[in-house]
């Protein structure tokens, strides 16, 4: 989905928090084949803590302390509370590059890993933008 796309929701076009390039949706596809059902996380800790991580769906405790976002090519996306403060007033779109990274992230052993690339919301986006809700929807 690219920049100048929007999510529907309730009859009201309502801008996506966070989306996926198509070059990540193709390395969602590979690992849903694998491994089924898919969900990220983005919890803001050290070292490769702060990238969006790819578990199987199930596989990681959503709790309280967890935002939903929204969707990304089917799999649900949350984010730390803690770490939604700092960047609850941008879009992320979720990416990949080449490199291992260091954490438990099911894309890792492919030799790539998952980022985050942001920018600002527009006023106009802002004015629309999609509900966050804490822990499991």
């Not at 390039?21 to 490769?48: N, P, V, W, Y």
């Not at 702060?50 to 769906?57: D, G, T």
């Not at 990304?72 to 960047?87: G, L, N, R, V």
Request: glycine share 8%; net charge negative; aromatic share 10%.
């Amino acid at each position: 989905m690219t920049k100048k796309q929007w999510a529907f929701s309730k009859n009201q076009m309502m801008t996506p928090r966070v989306e996926a390039t198509d070059a990540a949706k193709k390395i969602i596809d590979q690992l849903r084949e694998e491994h089924g059902e898919l969900m990220f996380h983005q919890s803001g800790g050290c070292c490769d803590g702060s990238s969006p991580m790819c578990f199987p769906k199930g596989d990681l405790m959503i709790n309280e302390t967890d935002v939903y976002l929204g969707t990304i090519h089917d799999c649900a996306f949350y984010m730390s509370k803690d770490q939604f403060e700092y960047w609850k007033h941008t879009q992320l779109t979720v990416d990949i590059t080449s490199g291992r990274g260091s954490s438990f992230s099911l894309e890792i052993p492919l030799g790539i890993r998952f980022v985050i690339k942001s920018r600002m919301y527009t006023e106009e986006e802002a004015k629309n933008l999609s509900p966050t809700r804490s822990g499991e929807p």
